[in-house]
């Protein structure tokens, strides 16, 4: 299973940023995807997750209402909308896949390569 972010990037204080996650090689029906990110020095963490069929998301608590996931099965991709963002979303942001959503990285078998996300003036 191949997965590929992109979206990130550098915006101020305040500002929104779409991620993306595309499915290479596989179809992304059977997968739970959910998206994590890891600040310098710090451990990874679960920012959010999507149910394989949509019908349950989860997010983070420094995240919610600031944050959307939404994923297009026809187009294998998955989506995060970030808005309102603050200097303490600044990481590495990664999708991963497995068969349900989980707040543990660990359980996650198929990982992208991460996308960064800088929240700076």
């Known amino acids: ?10 915006v101020q ?11 290479s090689g596989f179809t992304l029906e059977p997968y739970a995807i959910g998206w994590f990110r890891q600040a310098p020095g710090k451990e990874r963490e679960g920012v959010s997750c999507i149910s394989r069929s949509s019908s349950n998301t989860k997010y983070a608590d420094s995240v919610k209402g600031r944050f959307t996931i939404s994923r297009d099965n026809a ?8 808005n309102s963002l603050e200097p303490e979303d600044t990481a590495v942001y990664y999708c991963a896949a497995e068969l349900a959503c989980s707040d543990s990285p660990v359980v996650f078998s198929s990982w992208g390569q991460g996308t960064q996300v800088t929240v700076s003036s």
Do not use: F, I
């Open 13 to 23: 204080p305040g500002g929104s940023l779409r991620l993306s996650c595309a499915a």
């Open 1 to 10: 299973l191949q997965l590929v972010e992109s979206g990130g990037g550098l």
């Open 75 to 82: 187009k294998k991709t998955v989506y995060l909308q970030m």
